[in-house]
Every structure is written in C-alpha cells, then in structure tokens.
C-alpha cells in the first residue's frame, strides 16, 4: 500500500531494476532446471549445451533467448557498451537456435531425453534464417522511423565506432555469408562460435564497466573503489575462465568432455551472475551509471561522424595521455 505523499518512484528506474534482476532471475531459472534434470538423471551432462538434448531443453533455449532480448533492450553507460551488448545479444539468438552438434551419447536419463528420433538439423537452418529476418526488418523499422523522424545520422564516440566497424559488422558479415553459402559449417560451428562470441563481447563490457566507475563522483558513490574492484576481479576472472574453456575444448577435448569441463562452464554463468547481482545492488536507485559522474566528466564524451575523425581523436588522446598519471584520457571516447 503506498501512503499518501510517498514518491512514485521513476518508471525508468523501475525497467531498469526489472532488467538487470531478470538476468540473474533467468539463469537462477536455468540452473533450476539442470539441477532438477540431475535428480533423475544418472550422471551430470558435460557441457551446459548438452542439456539442449534433455529434460532442460526448453528451459535451456528460452534462457538464452530471453537473455539475447534483455541484451538488445538494455542499455549501458556508454556507446562501446551498446554495440557490445548488441553483438552479445545476436549471439546469444544464435547459440539458442543452433545447438551443439552432434548429440551427445549416451545421455543421462532416457526417460526425460529428447527422443533419439528428434532430430534438430531440418528446422536449424530455418530457425536461424527466422532470427536473421526478424534483426533485420527491426534494424530497417528504426532506420525508417529515424528517417521519418528527420534523424539521418546517428554520431558514435570514437571507440564505439572502430568496435562497430571492424568487429561487430564483420561478424555479421562472416555469419550471414556461412549461414546462406556454407550451411554445412554453419550447422558446425555456429553453436560454439556464438557462445564464444557472446562471453567474449559481454566480458569486454565487463571492462567497461569498470573502467567507468572509477570515474564516478565520492559524493554520489562513496564506495565506487570497492564497487571497482569487484567489477575489475569479475571480468578478468570471467576471460581467465573464458581462456581456459577454449583451451580445453581445442587441446584437450578429452578432459573437456568429462564432468570438469561442465563445472568450469557452470563457474563462468556463475562469474555472469555475480557480475548482474553486484550491478543490481549498486544501482538499485540508479538507472544510468552516467547520473553518478561529475558533470564534468559527463559533458566530456565525444563524439565523431567519421572513421578517419573517430582515428584522429584515439591518435591525439594517445600522444596527449603519455607519461601522464591516470586512466581517464580514454572516456571521452568510450
């Protein structure tokens, strides 16, 4: 019951708390489900993807799919973590559509596997191709509004720019050409290539993130160095284990198919987890990190029209920055 005089707390604020506490919601729900599956079941899977395949399944793909969706929506403190966000999010689409293959035998628990007979190859190809129609005609929608709108550009900082040219457009590029010209490799590949894809992307925002609160004003976030730490310690833990994942799966695959190899992948969802739960506590009357730096800080952000302006700016931040004492010489760009 709210009394009256009580502040109505900002709708934005509101969608913001939602989103942020749906990403843990969504993997408390897919952790959930693989427990429940290993109370039947015999044996534990090898790898979080192989859970596709059993009682979890449609936990499993709607998990991904929901988190690929918060990825779009969300949005971060600066331009770099938006396109990085976006690029985890397509991803995220496509590790949901396309599992790994081929399926793993034997399973754990015959009874709640996905028959023998279920076979994902035929509606593979269609379900990505659907995921590729619907990005695309959203991607159009915008532009077409923006156009109505009279917005016919839409400046980037400088970083954002060089990350959207030369990784996530390229991305795409490599994924659209394998998806219609080389099927077969991408019914191979793709389930891995987007998993690694998407870590790696939302590890980068990690560092962004961490890079932005130790720009935060004391007076509004008093306990920013701690907060930093955290957020430091989780992104390079979470590309340590990233690392070590790769390494197993590409030189040992034999180690990475026992239990060990889905207990490394279980600590980086957890390392995911802790990175939204610690973000949720700290902004939990914040929406934007932005609100907490200094105006100052906040009316430095750049931004550019160009790649060769985007380069110059980096190129002169760079040569200003050198032998000088802390890190912020980047913000403006980020």
Avoid at 26 to 44: G, T
Avoid at 92 to 115: H, K
Avoid at 314 to 323: F, I, T
Wanted: proline share 6%.
């Amino acid at each position: 019951m709210i009394t009256p005089g009580t502040p109505r707390t900002p709708i934005t604020l509101l969608i913001y708390r939602d989103l942020r506490v749906g990403m843990v919601v969504i993997l408390v729900m897919l952790a959930a489900a693989v427990i429940m599956e290993r109370l039947s079941a015999i044996c534990w899977q090898t790898a979080i993807s192989s859970y596709y395949y059993t009682s979890a399944h449609n936990i499993l793909t709607a998990a991904l799919m929901t988190l690929g969706t918060l990825f779009f929506v969300y949005k971060g403190s600066s331009d770099t973590e938006n396109v990085l966000l976006t690029l985890a999010g397509v991803c995220t689409f496509v590790a949901a559509m396309v599992p790994q293959l081929p399926r793993p035998n034997p399973l754990c628990w015959p009874q709640g596997d996905l028959p023998k007979e279920y076979t994902v190859e035929p509606a593979l190809l269609l379900n990505a191709k659907a995921v590729v129609v619907a990005l695309v005609l959203g991607w159009v929608a915008m532009r077409l509004v923006d156009r109505c709108r009279g917005t016919t550009s839409h400046p980037r900082t400088a970083i954002s720019m060089l990350v959207s040219r030369f990784v996530f457009w390229p991305i795409m590029a490599v994924g659209l050409i394998t998806l219609f010209f080389f099927p077969g490799t991408f019914t191979t590949l793709a389930h891995g290539a987007a998993g690694v894809l998407m870590l790696s992307a939302f590890i980068a925002t990690a560092f962004c993130t961490a890079y932005i609160v130790g720009r935060e004003d004391v007076s509004k976030s008093p306990h920013r160095r701690g907060y930093q730490l955290w957020y430091w310690g989780i992104a390079f833990l979470m590309l340590v284990t990233l690392i070590f994942v790769v390494f197993l799966h590409l030189v040992q695959p034999n180690w990475a198919g026992t239990v060990w190899g889905f207990v490394i992948e279980a600590a980086l969802i957890l390392e995911f987890a802790l990175y939204w739960l610690i973000q949720t506590f700290e902004l939990w009357n914040t929406p934007d990190r932005t609100e907490l730096l200094p105006p100052a800080t906040r009316n430095q952000t750049k931004y550019v029209s160009t790649l060769r302006e985007a380069l110059s700016d980096l190129a002169e931040a760079w040569r200003n920055g050198r032998g000088k004492k802390g890190g912020g010489k980047f913000w403006p760009f980020l």
